[in-house]
């Protein structure tokens, strides 16, 4: 059998792990051959391939970004995308394909099986936000990049008497917020599934100063105030629909300084939180996902994607994957709530 690979979507660190596990047991367990597509669906839509043998998986567990490249394109929205994809897969004699994507390669993915092409999903995203897995890999790096950099504002915003905005990355999920801002002690969370009432964020940074400390204020990039608060910029859409987040950070800082009178900064964290070298855990997790990933081609479990649940890597629909967004819950905020101001 031959295997074809892609990776989708925003890069991760952990990607490489999982391209080496399936390679490396595809190989060694099944006897398969590989063909590398690059550039997420762009490869199968174009034809564009790379080798994707041992030696080319060699190394590459520590690396982060992907091997195979990546990018956005929506095949769904390219006429005749899907026969061109079919007509590649046949002429190269690629029988099936491992997807590593977030919600929008693997939604591909979905409709790809639905008109027959043999796919099965690994979930990525720094976002954290894919359903039906508990987590995904790269998360755990953004999480402690983010963390990391958090630790270090803190002396800086004391030393000055400032109150530090972190911009963290999280469209539709604040998931990194959350975790890195509970991690590293914010004096707020604010995330894209809570409106923000800026009262309330100007009152919790008000009494953080009056204790001494700075404040710092964590803000996923979707989190936006209550109706009416605060007029915010749009951005570009990409292929998939999503506009291009960014600003709500310096937005704040400018509020917060105009309305308490005190220096205010904003940090963007961007990209810096889904490059280099993946933490022990994602490593760990990307490498499971991987070999599950090739086993579940080897059963024929197309239109599945493989998941963590509790500590056991699962099969699940690519349909329950795709269907709905995992955002925080209310109680998981309230945890948090619980250290602000
Ligand atoms: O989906 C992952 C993600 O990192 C989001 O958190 C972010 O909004 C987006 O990708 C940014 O994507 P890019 O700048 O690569 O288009």
Same mark, same amino acid.
């Given at each position: 059998?031959?295997?074809?690979?892609?990776?989708?979507?925003?890069?991760?660190?952990?990607?490489?792990?999982?391209?080496?596990?399936?390679?490396?047991?595809?190989?060694?367990?099944?006897?398969?051959?590989?063909?590398?597509?690059?550039?997420?669906?762009?490869?199968?839509?174009?034809?564009?391939?790379?080798?994707?043998?041992?030696?080319?998986?060699?190394?590459?567990?520590?690396?982060?970004?992907?091997?195979?490249?990546?990018?956005?394109?929506?095949?769904?929205?390219?006429?005749?995308?899907?026969?061109?994809?079919?007509?590649?897969?046949?002429?190269?004699?690629?029988?099936?394909?491992?997807?590593?994507?977030?919600?929008?390669?693997?939604?591909?993915?979905?409709?790809?099986?639905?008109?027959?092409?043999?796919?099965?999903?690994?979930?990525?995203?720094?976002?954290?936000?894919?359903?039906?897995?508990?987590?995904?890999?790269?998360?755990?790096?953004?999480?402690?990049?983010?963390?990391?950099?958090?630790?270090?504002?803190?002396?800086?915003?004391?030393?000055?008497?400032?109150?530090?905005?972190?911009?963290?990355?999280?469209?539709?999920?604040?998931?990194?917020?959350?975790?890195?801002?509970?991690?590293?002690?914010?004096?707020?969370?604010?995330?894209?599934?809570?409106?923000?009432?800026?009262?309330?964020?100007?009152?919790?940074?008000?009494?953080?100063?009056?204790?001494?400390?700075?404040?710092?204020?964590?803000?996923?990039?979707?989190?936006?105030?209550?109706?009416?608060?605060?007029?915010?910029?749009?951005?570009?859409?990409?292929?998939? *629909? =999503? $506009?291009?987040? &960014? %600003?709500?950070?310096?937005?704040?800082?400018?509020?917060?300084?105009? !309305?308490? +009178?005190?220096? /205010?900064?904003?940090?963007?964290? *961007? =990209? $810096?939180?889904? &490059? %280099?070298?993946?933490?022990?855990?994602?490593?760990?997790?990307?490498? !499971?996902? +991987?070999?599950? /990933?090739?086993?579940?081609?080897?059963?024929?479990?197309?239109?599945?994607?493989?998941?963590?649940?509790?500590?056991?890597?699962?099969?699940?629909?690519?349909?329950?994957?795709?269907?709905?967004?995992?955002?925080?819950?209310?109680?998981?905020?309230?945890?948090?709530?619980?250290?602000?101001?």
């Amino acid at each position: 059998m031959r295997v074809g690979v892609l990776t989708g979507g925003g890069d991760c660190p952990g990607l490489n792990a999982v391209i080496r596990a399936v390679v490396r047991k595809g190989i060694k367990d099944h006897g398969y051959e590989f063909v590398g597509f690059r550039d997420g669906w762009r490869g199968p839509l174009e034809g564009d391939t790379m080798t994707l043998d041992v030696e080319a998986v060699r190394g590459i567990l520590p690396r982060g970004g992907t091997i195979l490249g990546s990018s956005r394109t929506n095949l769904m929205k390219i006429e005749g995308g899907v026969e061109r994809v079919k007509d590649n897969m046949a002429g190269l004699g690629v029988d099936a394909l491992v997807a590593i994507g977030g919600e929008d390669t693997l939604g591909v993915a979905r409709q790809l099986h639905d008109r027959g092409v043999n796919v099965v999903g690994v979930p990525k995203t720094i976002d954290n936000d894919l359903n039906a897995t508990d987590y995904t890999f790269g998360f755990d790096t953004a999480v402690n990049i983010a963390m990391e950099a958090i630790d270090r504002l803190h002396t800086t915003a004391e030393s000055h008497h400032r109150a530090l905005v972190v911009e963290v990355m999280g469209r539709h999920a604040g998931w990194i917020a959350l975790h890195s801002g509970m991690a590293a002690g914010a004096n707020v969370i604010l995330v894209p599934e809570r409106p923000f009432d800026m009262d309330e964020v100007v009152k919790h940074v008000e009494s953080r100063f009056r204790t001494q400390y700075a404040p710092i204020i964590v803000v996923a990039e979707g989190a936006h105030p209550k109706e009416g608060q605060m007029e915010l910029a749009t951005g570009e859409k990409d292929a998939f *629909g =999503h $506009v291009r987040l &960014g %600003g709500i950070g310096q937005r704040l800082a400018d509020e917060i300084e105009h !309305r308490t +009178g005190k220096e /205010a900064r904003s940090v963007v964290l *961007g =990209h $810096v939180q889904r &490059g %280099g070298t993946p933490t022990a855990f994602d490593r760990v997790l990307a490498t !499971r996902l +991987g070999l599950h /990933a090739i086993d579940a081609v080897a059963d024929g479990a197309f239109g599945k994607m493989v998941g963590l649940r509790g500590t056991d890597i699962v099969r699940v629909d690519l349909a329950e994957a795709t269907d709905t967004l995992k955002t925080v819950p209310a109680g998981r905020y309230q945890e948090a709530e619980t250290f602000f101001g």
